[in-house]
T-cell receptor, first 114, second 112 residues
Framework: DSGVTQTPKHLITATGQRVTLRCSPR?????VYWYQQSLDQGLQFLIQ???????AKGNILERFSAQQFPDLHSELNLSSLELGDSALYFC?????????????FGEGSWLTVV | GEDVEQSLFLSVREGDSSVINCTYT??????LYWYKQEPGAGLQLLTY?????DMKQDQRLTVLLNKKDKHLSLRIADTQTGDSAIYFC????????????FGSGTQLTVLP
């Protein structure tokens, strides 16, 4: 158990809909990352938050957004869903800062868009 | 730019050593990671190495880093059937952000 908790584990939704994926980082970790794993793109970095502030953006679509709350949990919002958004979405956390070397991943949220 | 490459498949016999190789291109990387993914499961952090180190050993795992050639390897001693999984190497962006760029993963199959 990595200590990173993601919900829901599985989600099936229709095209055009909006979903929210939730992540609780490991206790004490300030930094949260979101990654997407798909068959054609592999593992891609989406976005990172550190202590409530956006720190870095990767290949995140404009239809996607994220935030990190004062209790440090994070949510990834996916809207106007398309079939190609079907993927495994991972959250990861680290202590952040220069000492945040260990990066632990959650079990992921499987999203299927039909 | 950042690009991490791995071979796609590796088969070994149970009890043998496995060596999974990875090359990266960003010379400013500071940390390099190895993760394991079993079917239907998340990414398990196996180990990581700082780019000023040549080697790191952790029980059955040995990581070797050749910074000049930008080559990273993961050796698993006494490979067991439970080691069958996909292994990803990843390089972290410089500085404190630690965004990871992953390779495509190496499917390790351990034959009895």
């Amino acid at each position: 158990d990595s200590g990173v908790t993601q919900t829901p584990k599985h989600l099936i939704t229709a095209t055009g809909q909006r979903v929210t994926l939730r992540c609780s980082p490991r206790s004490g970790d300030l930094s949260v990352y979101w990654y997407q794993q798909s068959l054609d793109q592999g593992l891609q970095f989406l976005i990172q938050y550190y202590n409530g502030e956006e720190r870095a953006k990767g290949n995140i679509l404009e239809r996607f957004s994220a935030q990190q709350f004062p209790d440090l949990h994070s949510e990834l919002n996916l809207s106007s869903l398309e079939l190609g958004d079907s993927a495994l979405y991972f959250c990861a956390s680290s202590a952040g800062g220069l000492s945040g070397n260990t990066i632990y991943f959650g079990e992921g949220s499987w999203l299927t868009v039909v | 730019g950042e690009d991490v490459e791995q071979s796609l498949f590796l088969s070994v016999r149970e009890g043998d050593s496995s060596v999974i190789n990875c090359t990266y291109t960003d010379s400013s990387s500071t940390y390099l990671y190895w993760y394991k993914q079993e079917p239907g499961a998340g990414l398990q952090l196996l180990t990581y190495i700082f780019s000023n180190m040549d080697m790191k050993q952790d029980q059955r795992l040995t990581v070797l880093l050749n910074k000049k050639d930008k080559h990273l390897s993961l050796r698993i001693a006494d490979t067991q059937t439970g080691d069958s999984a996909i292994y990803f190497c990843a390089e972290a962006s410089p500085g404190s952000a630690r965004q990871l760029t992953f390779g495509s993963g190496t499917q390790l199959t351990v034959l009895p």
